[in-house]
């Protein structure tokens, strides 16, 4: 079993849509759940980061942790088409351990 | 633009060949990590530095190495290369004095022909 399962979409939206992204992880000792944007030949971007469980929201974006159920989320509301990219989430155990274990990756295209 | 520089942007090269990629960190960071993404494995953790020192090791071949130097900068070796070894090179900093968000450089891209 992979640490980190991510749908790989792709998902496609019209601008304006309520977009969300999920993935579920194995290891309950992960503390740390980070959202990255990645455009086309670029490198990944940080969106959001939280620790522990709860939500976080930044502008149009909002990041859930359920450590019950193994479960962060990312929604965007009104998306816009410059949304368009793969988003990675990523878990960390924290401790001495820095070390990032990503999902695959889900690619959104939202369309205008 | 997140502070953290690598080069080159690209690199093409044989198989059996040895390169080296570059990072510069972001201002402050003293911790760099190495990360390898392709299309099957998705992002993959390779090894960490902090402040000149080895930290955590990943997945990492032994046919690859990497250093920090005192001014921080850091470098990945890649030698005997194979097909394989096609990918985008990440590397990544934080202030590693704590836990922190690592911010990503935009890679570089080596193509094994």
């Known amino acids: 079993q992979k640490e980190v399962e991510q749908d790989p979409g792709p998902l496609s939206v019209p601008e304006g849509a309520i977009v969300s992204l999920n993935c579920t992880y194995s290891n309950s000792a992960f503390q740390y759940f980070m959202w990255y944007r990645q455009y086309s030949r670029k490198g990944p971007e940080l969106l959001m980061y939280?620790?522990?469980?709860g939500n976080k929201e930044d502008g149009r974006f909002t990041a859930q942790v359920d450590k019950s159920s193994k479960y962060i989320s990312l929604f965007i509301r009104d998306s816009q088409p410059s949304d368009s990219a793969t988003y990675l989430c990523?878990?960390?155990?924290?401790?001495?351990?820095?070390?990032?274990?990503f999902g695959k990756g889900t690619l959104l295209t939202v369309n205008p | 633009d997140s502070g953290v520089t690598q080069t080159p942007k690209h690199l093409i090269t044989a198989t059996g060949q040895r390169v080296t990629l570059r990072c510069s960190p972001r201002?402050?960071?003293?911790?760099v990590y190495w990360y390898q993404q392709s299309l099957d494995q998705g992002l993959q953790f390779l090894i960490q530095?902090?402040?000149?020192?080895?930290?955590a090791k990943g997945n990492i071949l032994e046919r690859f190495s990497a250093q920090q130097f005192p001014d921080l900068h850091s470098e990945l070796n890649l030698s005997s290369l194979e097909l394989g070894d096609s990918a985008l090179y990440f590397c990544?900093?934080?202030?590693?004095?704590?836990?922190?968000?690592?911010?990503f450089g935009d890679g570089t891209r080596l193509s094994i022909l």
């Open positions: 990523a878990v960390n155990s924290g401790g001495s351990n820095y070390k990032l274990t």
């Open positions: 939280t620790y522990s469980s």
């Open positions: 201002s402050g960071d003293l911790s």
């Open positions: 990544a900093s934080s202030a590693g004095t704590a836990w922190q968000p690592q911010h």
């Open positions: 530095y902090y402040n000149g020192e080895e930290r």
